[in-house]
Nanobody, 119 residues
Framework: QVQLVESGGGLVQPGGSHRLSCAASGIIFSRYSMDWYRQAPGKQRDLVARVTYGGSTLYADSVKGRFTISRDNAKNTVYLQMNSLKPEDTAVYLC?????????????WGQGTQVTISS
């Protein structure tokens, strides 16, 4: 059974920092790139950041220079370090596992964790 379990959501003041974690189980972690998405109320789900098994990363323009994605392959865990947080970063953050080859499996999603930026 595949599980992606996010943790670390909460209320953060503008300008603050916060870290999200996503622990994966039931997949061969090396076969998946790991992504963080976010979805604000009434808006579409957008890709925030991606990290490959080898550590290559990409970021949405809106978070470049503020967010850092990383993964610990020994722990099957991906992280999202968020700095200089803004109210517009408020959203449900979701972890996604995307197979490098489609024959290796499906896309899997976590349940999401709420991050609210407010004073």
């Amino acid at each position: 059974q595949v599980q992606l379990v996010e943790s670390g959501g909460g209320l953060v003041q503008p300008g603050g920092s916060h870290r999200l974690s996503c622990a994966a189980s039931g997949i061969i972690f090396s076969r998946y790139s790991m992504d963080w998405y976010r979805q604000a109320p009434g808006k579409q789900r957008d890709l925030v950041a991606r990290v490959t098994y080898g550590g290559s990363t990409l970021y949405a323009d809106s978070v470049k220079g503020r967010f850092t994605i990383s993964r610990d392959n020994a722990k099957n865990t991906v992280y999202l370090q968020m700095n200089s947080l803004k109210p517009e970063d408020t959203a449900v953050y979701l972890c996604n596992a995307h197979p490098v080859l489609s024959t290796w499996g499906n896309d899997y999603w976590g349940q999401g964790t709420q991050v609210t930026i407010s004073s």
